[in-house]
């Protein structure tokens, strides 16, 4: 065991901050970034949409410098990357995405209020409802007054995106929401000049209320978290020990260290730079870099990376890279190019808006038309327009997705899923391949004891009484494993005294009178004692499994027992890749650990295909390479190495107790360490994506059936479709699509 030493420092990792480079990323943008990228951000047109943000809400499209002496509180540069989204002119001030949903939000509560009068005093459906509101000076007002503001204030936000979508020629949701609204408003403020009309304001004031509810869901579904380059950042520390000429100390800010500098690393401290150990001997924790789950040891000469953090002795490291040349600096590039590399996504709803846009303005043309010819110039024919235009604005159509995104985003944090990507969301249903990294995803990321073997005259309760009691005060990872054998075994520890920790050869105790020593084979091989046949072939077929095997000697003469260690699959990754492979879905697995650990874990499994001694870039291009096969790719990992491969991946699902940076690169996070919940995940985009199917046949069936009857198709045989009328359809049809979207939290996720 090299290097096994007890040292608990119980230091404190030091402050953290950035290094010296800008880094932008490119979240996966909301529908507000979509238009306005296509639009405003080719014309300084960010005005269009309005800029609203709670106090003290910082804007996420703010210039962001990633250094060590930058503000902390700043925000950072959004580019939009492929989707031609410049921050250039006067457009880095747009509102960012947390705050697109509040905007939607207020604006929703607000026009609710104002619209509740509006209800109440319609003439409509006081007539419906048989009820009549009294009567009082003003009170003629209260609907077109209160109408006119929820109008101007509620329906401002379409309008402008609306905007956007005509200049680029694109109509869709907004253009088709817009024409509606504002038909509707036109004609009920003309009714109210025109002898023969019914203004139908309460028509208008639901459907913007509405329209923004739909918009509210949206928005909060898609809101994205642009925080996985800080958290790669905050890897590094402040500050460094820098040694001097005289071979003291000085504390010295990161960027100011260059090549050639030594710093000091103590205990539970993170390496500031890159570099090679020039004193000293420790063990270093680089999981977050290398996904290795056992500290690597470090001696003078050895390789160290910025970031990763020292484990029990001092180091004084010889500094040969920093800043933009360290390894973490490349991890962060690579993260910032795969989040760029995300392709832009429209909506189903969206392409059936701009469809039914078109459709909406020709029927209403053929409805002129035929109604000019058959009656002449009368209010009527307006009021048939007027109906056709009104009807075709989807109600349902804009419910139809964000309540099933909204309904779909709660039961999947019910069962311990977060979605904060909703495209990803949808894309897992068509996965056909899942990646997993091996440390902390399948495996539980910690040493843990896989078998025992003891001398003929000894047990292995015996065996374990004493090595945990040894092993009792020490907080290394192999001491922990040792501990947490034996007390799922209901073992007790022994009682020891004299303990003794031997540098990079194990520990020494005194246990009721014996010398006890606990250590690897260099242990064995400095008390130069023989092994028995038995303990021999045991640790040969760990040594193939890539185990680590400590043995524990008595009297320093008489090897009695043997600990394999390992890092433990978990008891739910069989059951996962069981059903994985049940639905189809072929299982790969990536690992910075040794191909013999890579081919036992994946042996075990029954994984289609694993990559072994993978670093940070080449875990990039596996799931890259993958994807140019024409496979749709989900990474599933916690680690900051695993963070450009959960950016690239079409699905990047990122396990919640890892890494944060890990957290703020996925698009969905489990908040368990439990594959299975890769399962449920896909089984609940399936479902969701069936309902948003459902939702917008009915929606757009609707559109179907109510514009010709509308526009007066069968008004020869005296059917006729008012406004009035087409408007408590539309509120039907919005209320089947919500019933119908709730039917989600009631489908079978079960693994």
């Given amino acids: 065991m090299t290097n096994h030493d007890h040292h608990d420092s119980g230091e404190k990792r030091p402050p953290q901050s950035q290094p010296p480079k800008q880094y932008e990323r490119a979240p996966s943008c909301c529908r507000l970034c979509r238009l306005e990228a296509d639009g405003s951000g080719r014309s300084t047109d960010a005005e269009s949409l309005p800029s609203e943000r709670e106090p003290g809400e910082v804007d996420a499209h703010e210039g962001h410098e990633h250094h060590a002496s930058a503000d902390r509180g700043a925000g950072h540069e959004d580019d939009h990357g492929p989707s031609g989204h410049d921050h250039d002119d006067g457009h880095g001030a747009h509102t960012d995405h947390s705050g697109h949903e509040g905007m939607f939000r207020r604006r929703f509560w607000v026009s609710l209020v104002l619209s509740v009068p509006v209800i109440v005093f319609s003439e409509f459906i006081q007539d419906v409802f048989g009820y009549t509101t009294p009567a009082f000076p003003g009170s003629s007002l209260i609907v077109p007054v209160l109408s006119v503001i929820v109008f101007a204030y509620g329906g401002v936000p379409f309008l402008s995106m609306a905007r956007t979508e005509l200049k680029n020629r694109e109509p869709g949701m907004m253009m088709?929401?817009?024409?509606?609204?504002?038909?509707?408003?036109?004609?009920s403020m003309a009714s109210l000049f025109l002898p023969g009309t019914t203004p139908f304001f309460w028509e208008l004031v639901t459907l913007i209320d509405i329209m923004l509810l739909g918009h509210w869901m949206e928005m909060r579904s898609v809101r994205q978290a642009s925080g996985a380059l800080d958290e790669l950042a905050k890897l590094m520390p402040d500050t460094a020990e820098r040694v001097t000429e005289s071979g003291d100390t000085e504390e010295v800010p990161v960027s100011e260290?260059?090549?050639?500098?030594?710093?000091?690393?103590?205990?539970?401290?993170?390496?500031?730079?890159?570099?090679?150990?020039?004193?000293?001997?420790?063990?270093?924790?680089?999981?977050?870099?290398?996904?290795?789950?056992?500290?690597?040891?470090?001696?003078?000469?050895?390789?160290?990376?910025?970031?990763?953090?020292?484990?029990?002795?001092?180091?004084?490291?010889?500094?040969?890279?920093?800043?933009?040349?360290?390894t973490l600096a490349g991890i962060m590039r690579l993260v910032d190019e795969a989040q760029k590399s995300k392709s832009r996504t429209q909506l189903l709803a969206d392409r059936a808006a701009g469809w039914l846009f078109y459709i909406a303005l020709g029927v209403a043309a053929i409805t002129a038309v035929a109604w000019v010819v058959a009656v002449g110039f009368e209010i009527a024919v307006l009021e048939r327009v007027v109906t056709v235009l009104v009807i075709a604005c989807p109600h349902a159509l804009g419910l139809a997705v964000p309540l099933v995104v909204a309904i779909n985003t709660s039961t999947a944090a019910q069962n311990g899923m977060l979605i904060r990507d909703r495209i990803a969301m949808e894309e897992a249903r068509n996965l056909d391949t899942v990646m997993f990294d091996k440390t902390g995803t399948l495996t539980k990321g910690e040493q843990g004891v896989v078998g025992i073997q003891t001398a003929a005259d000894w047990d292995e309760e015996r065996a374990l009484e004493i090595a945990a009691g040894v092993e009792g005060d020490s907080e290394h990872m192999i001491a922990r494993a040792i501990r947490t054998a034996a007390e799922e075994r209901g073992v007790q520890r022994a009682s020891v005294s004299n303990f003794e920790n031997l540098r990079g050869l194990g520990v020494r105790a005194v246990v009721n009178g014996d010398t006890v020593h606990l250590g690897g084979p260099n242990?064995?091989?400095?008390?130069?004692?023989?092994?028995?046949?038995?303990?021999?072939s045991f640790a040969e077929e760990a040594g193939s499994n890539a185990q680590t095997v400590i043995y524990l000697i008595r009297d320093e003469s008489e090897?009695?027992?043997?600990f394999a260690l390992a890092d433990v699959i978990r008891e739910e990754s069989h059951k996962a890749i069981e059903a994985l492979h049940g639905m189809g879905i072929e299982v790969a697995m990536l690992t910075g650990d040794s191909e013999d650990?890579?081919?036992?874990?994946?042996?075990?499994?029954?994984?289609?295909?694993?990559?072994?001694?993978?670093?940070?870039?080449?875990?990039?291009?596996?799931?890259?390479?993958l994807q140019?096969?024409?496979?749709?790719?989900?990474?599933?990992?916690d680690g900051v190495n695993d963070a450009p491969a959960l950016t690239r991946a079409d699905v990047g699902i990122a396990i919640g107790s890892g890494t944060d940076v890990a957290i703020e690169s996925g698009d969905i996070i489990l908040v368990d360490n439990n594959p299975l919940d890769v399962v449920r995940l896909i089984r609940l985009s399936k479902a969701s994506y069936r309902k948003m199917q459902e939702n917008l046949v009915w929606a757009t069936g609707y559109n179907v059936v109510a514009l010709p009857l509308a526009a007066g198709i069968l008004a020869p045989i005296g059917i006729l479709l008012s406004p009035a009328i087409g408007a408590v359809f539309m509120s039907l049809s919005t209320i089947i699509v919500a019933i119908n979207a709730r039917r989600l939290r009631r489908v079978d996720l079960s693994a």
């Fill in 176 to 187: 088709l929401i817009s024409l509606a609204i504002t038909v509707a408003f036109v004609y």
């Fill in 257 to 326: 260290l260059g090549e050639g500098d030594v710093v000091l690393v103590r205990p539970g401290a993170s390496v500031p730079a890159d570099g090679e150990v020039a004193e000293g001997e420790s063990s270093v924790d680089e999981s977050m870099i290398t996904g290795e789950s056992r500290p690597v040891d470090k001696e003078p000469g050895s390789e160290v990376v910025a970031g990763t953090v020292n484990q029990d002795g001092s180091l004084r490291v010889r500094v040969t890279k920093t800043g933009d040349a360290t």
């Fill in 523 to 536: 242990l064995i091989e400095r008390l130069d004692i023989d092994r028995s046949d038995e303990l021999v």
């Fill in 559 to 562: 090897v009695v027992a043997a």
């Fill in 597 to 625: 650990v890579a081919r036992a874990v994946s042996e075990e499994l029954g994984i289609d295909q694993y990559f072994a001694e993978v670093l940070p870039e080449e875990k990039d291009t596996k799931v890259e390479a």
């Fill in 628 to 637: 140019s096969e024409g496979k749709l790719v989900a990474m599933v990992g």
